[in-house]
């Protein structure tokens, strides 16, 4: 599926910033079921200095430093993506979840990066109660994609999307309590309950395909950035990702920006500000499927 992405972050400061450096993951990662055609950003006012590379992770990071007085700050970020993720393989297929665990513990070859994404993380900590809340999802000897579809659809039953239920600081713990909230935390909760099985799962930034009513057209701006989970199948069984929010299994209708322990390794724009005061942000998406043709 062919994808024109456009992405706007605009902040409105109370006063004047005189000095700014942000870190800007708005780039898609190019990956074997996603292919980046074209990518560009363009920052308001223009960056003093601007320099691309490569996280931690490995997903594509920019840093911008602006050294100007504003009063706005504008960044926008556009891409063409081809993504096709391959089917996972059959549930029944899959090692059971404790040899997956049990690989990732003694890392060694094909295991070495997985286990990075076994530890607790700033905003997906160790929690008893969420490890008790997916464990159901994993009785001894399950295959271990069958048990991660099993939580998946769990969460998608149990959790109301909701809107203001939550905000950015919200922890695992009260998400479980209220069952309510947005991606972001069905995601962050659904890595800490697999974390707490010993099972590698890792947050992914991105944007999901969305589709307007019946009879109406799509509305310019009106989508929205999305979150879901990479969960490890085992040396040979390589990622899967995972939709909690929608139950999906990632294939066509996602556009990938990067992963990470949690939000905080791919937030989408961070930095650092001398001056400013108070300020606004306002946020506009635009993720259009484009026919195949438009790629040649």
């Not at 890792?202 to 950035?225: C, E, F, I, N, W």
């Not at 899967?240 to 990938?256: A, G, K, S, W």
């Not at 998406?285 to 040649?296: H, N, Q, S, T």
Request: glycine share 10%.
């Amino acid at each position: 599926m062919l994808y024109r992405l456009r992405h706007t972050t605009r902040y409105v400061y109370a006063s004047p910033v005189d000095l700014a450096a942000h870190v800007l993951h708005l780039t898609p990662r190019a990956l074997p079921g996603q292919r980046v055609l074209s990518a560009a950003l363009i920052s308001r006012p223009a960056a003093a200095r601007l320099t691309a590379g490569f996280d931690h992770f490995g997903n594509p990071v920019t840093r911008i430093f602006l050294e100007g007085s504003h009063a706005e700050f504008e960044v926008t970020a556009e891409a063409m993506v081809d993504v096709g993720f391959p089917a996972p393989p059959p549930a029944a297929a899959t090692f059971a979840w404790e040899s997956v665990a049990a690989a990732a513990r003694a890392g060694g070859e094909g295991a070495w990066q997985a286990a990075e994404f076994l530890f607790p993380s700033a905003m997906a900590p160790a929690d008893a109660a969420v490890g008790a809340y997916a464990a159901p999802s994993f009785p001894p000897g399950r295959p271990v994609l069958a048990g991660l579809l099993d939580l998946n659809a769990r969460i998608k039953r149990d959790f109301a999307f909701r809107p203001g239920a939550t905000d950015i600081a919200t922890p695992v713990s009260r998400v479980l309590a209220a069952r309510a909230g947005v991606c972001q935390d069905f995601s962050h909760l659904m890595i800490v309950g697999l974390r707490a099985l010993g099972l590698p799962a890792r947050y992914v930034s991105g944007y999901l395909r969305t589709r307007p009513p019946p009879g109406q057209k799509r509305r310019v701006g009106a989508d929205a950035s999305h979150a879901w989970v990479g969960c490890w199948l085992g040396p040979a069984g390589g990622w899967v990702d995972l939709d909690p929010t929608n139950d999906l299994v990632v294939r066509d209708e996602h556009v990938v920006l990067g992963w990470g322990r949690d939000y905080r390794d791919v937030s989408p724009v961070r930095g650092v500000i001398l001056g400013g005061g108070e300020h606004s942000l306002s946020v506009g998406v635009d993720l259009e499927p484009l026919p195949e043709a438009a790629i040649r």
